[in-house]
């Protein structure tokens, strides 16, 4: 699932394209929205909030969407759109300028609300870790708070957005923390380290575009899909565990070696690595 990063990308990659212009197609292929109209309309912004993607309309309307699993938006050259493209059962959302197309593939979610009733869409997440709003003493609180496990708690968009599964394992494994105690038992000062951590790694991806966080291109993570492989800080195998409770539950790589031993559902038996037979 795309993380703050990729929407961030997003974000900025279609606002560039279709600010302040006029829209001439905005096809929303979506329960309930295909009779609007919003052609002629300017993008006044496009921005990312958390995993959310807000795109702002004059006139005081706001596109909402969100990429859930395999959902992204294309950005091309209009008068480069073949026309088999448009015709997609796959394209959700077809939004064009003179110049410029965005194609919503595969979205999650996709609706139209008033700009000032943003907060019915985005109300819910906590401080968003690469907003212009970050409120790290607030993210901090809410994980202090959490009833749930550390790895859980992070990825609750409700405590901090942003943070999927490849970047919650990763600054987990950073911090040495393990994924499977209560939030609420970790000190405080740990949890403000694990935020900025966290924070600082997925700057990095939205910068150089990908996760890169060892700095190796070959192998740009420490545990994250590395399940049955050595750990690069212990040579113990890195491990995937479920985390989180049913039906929402998400898998976490660690290491129990570096990160305080087996998850509860682990039962430690060998793992294979991803993609062997
Ligand atoms: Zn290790």
Redesign the pocket.
């Known amino acids: 699932m795309p993380e703050g990063d990729v929407l961030l990308r997003t974000a900025r990659r279609l606002h560039h394209a279709l600010v302040d212009e006029p829209l001439v197609v905005a096809d929303l292929r979506w329960s309930g929205l295909s009779e609007l109209d919003l052609t002629g309309r300017r993008t006044t912004e496009v921005i990312s909030r958390g995993k959310h993607l807000l795109h702002r309309l004059e006139g005081g309307a706001t596109i909402h969407s969100h990429l859930r699993m395999e959902g992204h938006w294309w950005v091309e050259r209009r008068d480069q759109v073949r026309p088999g493209v448009l015709r997609s059962p796959d394209l959700r959302a077809a939004l064009a300028t003179t110049e410029w197309a965005a194609l919503g593939w595969q979205l999650g979610m996709l609706d139209v609300v008033d700009t000032a009733q943003e907060s019915t869409v985005v109300g819910h997440l906590g401080p968003d870790l690469l907003g212009p709003d970050w409120q790290e003493s607030v993210a901090v609180d809410n994980l202090h708070r959490s009833a749930q496990s550390l790895g859980a708690a992070l990825l609750d968009q409700r405590n901090l957005a942003g943070l999927g599964t490849i970047y919650a394992s990763e600054s987990l ?1 950073v911090q040495r923390l393990s994924p499977w105690q209560p939030a609420s038992a970790v000190s405080e000062d740990a949890l403000q380290l694990l935020v900025r951590r966290a924070q600082r790694l997925l700057k990095h991806g939205a910068e150089v575009g990908r996760p890169s966080i060892t700095g190796d291109p070959r192998e740009p993570t420490y545990v994250h899909a590395r399940s049955g492989r050595p ?6 195998p ?1 491990r995937v565990s479920a985390i989180g409770t049913a039906p929402r539950e998400r898998p976490m790589f660690y ?5 305080g031993g087996l998850g509860p559902d682990d039962d430690g038996r060998p793992q294979r690595p991803l993609g062997a037979r």
């Open positions: 494994f750990c690069r800080r212990c040579g113990g890195v290491c129990p070696q570096c990160q």
